[in-house]
């Protein structure tokens, strides 16, 4: 059921394989993964199924075009394990508070797409974070 919800949102936005995407919460990945697919979706269209450039563009998707924050560890290594458990162990997801991350390391990866579900490891379901 939770990778509903991703796949229902990239249906109201377009996404294409040139994209540079961070999610800022990653939490378990679902929407990298979901993003990952839509991207590879667009690839296969743009260049072809296996064709050599499309299979540059699946590697670039996923060594180089997708971000995840985590702070959590156990989310941090749901999120690692779920992006293996889909074929891309190379997705960049990082342990740390996007709060305290240096600007340098978004101003970087360049994104053109920021997702952001908002954490629920707060208490009150998430009050805290939504009064924040």
């Given at each position: 059921?939770?990778?509903?919800?991703?796949?229902?949102?990239?249906?109201?936005?377009?996404?294409?394989?040139?994209?540079?995407?961070?999610?800022?919460?990653?939490?378990?990945?679902?929407?990298?993964?979901?993003?990952?697919?839509?991207?590879?979706?667009?690839?296969?269209?743009?260049?072809?199924?296996?064709?050599?450039?499309?299979?540059?563009?699946?590697?670039?998707?996923?060594?180089?075009?997708?971000?995840?924050?985590?702070?959590?560890?156990?989310?941090?290594?749901?999120?690692a394990s779920n992006m293996i458990l889909r074929g891309d162990g190379s997705t960049?997801?990082?342990?740390?508070?996007?709060?305290?991350?240096?600007?340098?390391?978004?101003?970087?990866?360049?994104?053109?797409?920021?997702?952001?579900?908002?954490?629920?490891?707060?208490t009150l379901f998430n009050i805290l974070f939504l009064y924040s």
């Open positions: 059921m939770e990778f509903v919800i991703p796949e229902i949102h990239w249906n109201l936005i377009i996404v294409t394989c040139c994209f540079m995407l961070m999610d800022i919460a990653t939490g378990s990945a679902a929407f990298l993964v979901a993003a990952m697919d839509q991207m590879i979706c667009d690839a296969n269209r743009t260049f072809g199924k296996n064709t050599k450039a499309v299979k540059d563009a699946i590697v670039s998707i996923k060594e180089e075009q997708l971000l995840g924050i985590e702070i959590d560890a156990k989310m941090y290594t749901l999120a960049q997801i990082k342990k740390t508070d996007t709060f305290t991350t240096p600007e340098w390391v978004f101003d970087d990866f360049g994104a053109d797409v920021l997702l952001l579900n908002p954490p629920f490891s707060y």
